[in-house]
């Protein structure tokens, strides 16, 4: 039976989202374990971790329980079934975390590849297999609100 996970890119004392005093944190919605550890490479300010549930309760707990210090979300277009579900479910973070940053992925690119971000249910759309895109889109905002 599939079990839901949270992996967590660096191990400390048992805590599931220990962060060191510059990190922040990142949740990963989608269903590639290699993405949390790559968005958490030393020195990029982040850490991200991956939770493979695509149980909509066990996500929205996970964001509610982390809400404090929750700033970014990644998640991949359809994780829930269809980018309709996924909405939905982006609609409710964005109430429980209305300051989040919510970036969807798509393995692929079509003409109507950015739904998610069409029906303002995220902020950007990127493709998946650019790990270093979604930092920078995350840097350039952080570096954009400075000013």
């Known amino acids: 039976m599939y079990q839901p996970q949270i992996v967590i ?4 004392q048992g805590a ?28 990029t300010g982040w ?3 991956l939770l493979q549930s695509q149980e909509e309760s066990r996500a929205l707990k996970t964001v509610r329980q982390y809400a404090g210090c929750l700033e970014a979300l990644v998640i991949d277009e359809d994780f829930f079934g269809s980018p309709e579900d996924t909405a939905a479910v982006c609609y409710q973070i964005r109430r429980m975390v209305p300051g ?4 969807a992925i798509a393995t692929e690119m079509w003409e109507d ?9 995220c902020d950007e759309t ?6 270093m895109g979604i930092l ?7 570096d954009s609100s400075h000013h």
């Open 126 to 131: 990127l493709l998946s297999r650019c790990p």
């Open 9 to 12: 890119p660096s191990v400390t």
């Open 136 to 142: 920078e889109t995350l840097q350039a905002d952080d």
């Open 47 to 49: 850490n991200a971790c």
């Open 100 to 103: 989040i940053r919510i970036l």
């Open 16 to 43: 599931l989202f220990a962060k060191a005093p510059k990190e922040r944190l990142m949740l990963v919605l989608a269903d590639w374990p290699h993405l949390p550890y790559e968005l958490s490479h030393p020195g």
């Open 113 to 121: 590849g950015a739904r998610l971000q069409d029906i303002g249910a």
